[in-house]
């Protein structure tokens, strides 16, 4: 709404950010350019490739992988609008079914089923505010399809956890659990549905996600339905032999790979497509939400959306939930280096020639601090000496009539006069 001033005359308008989403500035960003760099170093040191998928894709992408049980569509978290051309589209709540979408449409798995990818960007969710949690958050995520074989769970389950170290976090453990696969489910669903009939004490979601995926209540976030879950049947005694096995594998390949886990037997996972191994990396010096990152497999998705058969395990990670941990631990991005020189224009005869040394410092990898304005000695020295740099060069038209710069040593305060030729050479090197 526009306002006004006591006199009548109308005041600026300001704007706030939408609720629900966060400025990342000058003092945050680095915290998320060093978690990115970190993941793509680690990335490619496994094979991984970087894809990067639209914001905007179709609803029924979304409506058809996450799951109509999945808190993303109960709880109507999904940015969704009808564009000019009357189609629905929906602001991705999730990086893994763009990456599916754009794999199938792209042939991709024609060429090979064995894929290795990664993406980093702004996810959607319309969910209440709080803190670590936004409706717009910044995931990094990475999917393995194509491999069958419980190796490839814990592939995926020690690169996040070689991730986290890499960032500086060492109190770290993996919990885990198997939720079996279709056959099993089955059976395994048709137990929770009949336990869950049994009492009339759950909440009316609850109710609504037993009848179509009845894990989802140990997603549950209401205290009641919380502990009722504790009486509920474990999804570990329904496995049929061959889930049986492969959680063992991945147990084995963990343990001797120096990863500690805890099993977990109500570690579902909060999307439908997940089928068999499912995990978290939990940081045990965060308390309760110690939650960093999760992932899991897959191996009905790509078939779902429309591809071949393929089997596929992946995970992701939330920055913004990722920063706040880092700060809680302390675990500061190193800083950037300082420029090398500051350039010191004292007046406007001297900018061009000062603006041209800028450039020729920089063209030659050197970092360098101009102002792009003329300033006073004593202010220019003073903003030389908080930027950092070693070595201040300053020009004014007296040295200009001479072709001369002033060379200052900022870490024990010696001056020399020099050439602008010399000027130039130290600055090429």
């Known amino acids: 709404m526009r306002e006004t001033m006591s006199d009548g005359a109308p005041a600026k308008q300001t704007f706030q950010a939408v609720k629900g989403t966060k400025d990342v500035l000058p003092d945050i960003a680095p ?40 808190d993303i569509v109960v709880s109507k978290q999904m940015y969704t609008f009808t564009d000019p051309g009357n189609r629905s589209n929906t602001m ?12 199938v449409e792209s042939g991709a798995f024609k060429e090979t089923n064995q894929q290795k990818v990664f993406y980093m960007g702004p996810m959607f ?7 670590g949690r936004l409706r717009q958050f910044t995931q990094i995520g990475m999917e393995c399809f ?28 993996v919990k885990l659990n198997n939720i079996g696969d279709q056959e099993c489910r089955r059976t395994y669903n048709e137990a929770l549905r009949e336990a ?36 509920l049947p474990s999804v570990i005694d329904f496995l049929n032999p061959t889930s049986q096995r492969h959680h063992r594998t991945v147990c ?72 706040m941990a880092m700060q809680a631990s302390e675990i500061i991005p190193p800083p950037a280096p300082p420029p090398e020189y500051y350039l010191l224009a004292l007046d406007d005869d001297s900018i061009i020639t000062v603006s041209r040394l800028a450039v020729l410092a920089r063209r030659h990898g050197n970092r360098v601090a101009f102002d792009c304005q003329p300033r006073t000695a004593r202010a220019g020295l003073k903003a030389a000496d908080r930027s950092g740099a070693t070595a201040a060069i300053i020009i004014g038209t ?12 900022l870490e024990n305060g010696e001056q020399m006069e020099l050439t602008l030729e010399e000027i130039e050479r130290n600055l090429s090197e």
């Open 31 to 70: 915290y998320y350019q060093y978690v990115e760099e970190k993941a793509r170093e680690l990335f490619a040191l496994y094979g991984y490739q970087e894809i990067r998928t639209p914001i905007l894709e179709a609803t029924e992408l979304f409506a058809r992988s996450v799951g109509q049980a999945s």
């Open 92 to 103: 991705r709540p999730e990086g893994t079914a763009g990456v599916v979408r754009a794999l």
């Open 125 to 131: 969710r319309y969910e209440r505010p709080q803190k």
């Open 146 to 173: 194509g491999i069958p074989h419980p190796a490839a769970d814990a592939e995926t389950i020690i690169l996040s956890t070689e991730l986290l170290k890499a960032v500086g976090f060492r109190d770290i453990s």
């Open 196 to 231: 869950i009939a049994g009492s009339s004490k759950w909440c009316p979601q609850c109710r609504e996600r037993a009848a179509i995926n009845p894990m989802r209540v140990f997603d549950c976030k209401v205290l009641e339905c919380k502990e009722m879950t504790a009486s």
């Open 252 to 323: 084995e390949i963990l343990d001797a790979a120096g990863v500690p886990i805890e099993l977990d037997t109500e570690l579902v996972r909060g999307l439908d497509y997940y089928s068999q191994t499912v995990f978290e990396v939990v940081h045990n010096g965060l308390g309760a939400q110690n939650a960093m990152l999760g992932g899991g497999r897959y191996d009905y998705l790509v078939e779902e959306l429309g591809g071949p058969p393929t089997p596929g395990v992946g995970m992701s990670i939330g920055l913004e939930r990722l920063i």
């Open 398 to 409: 007296s040295e200009l009539e001479r072709n001369v710069a002033q060379w200052k040593n």
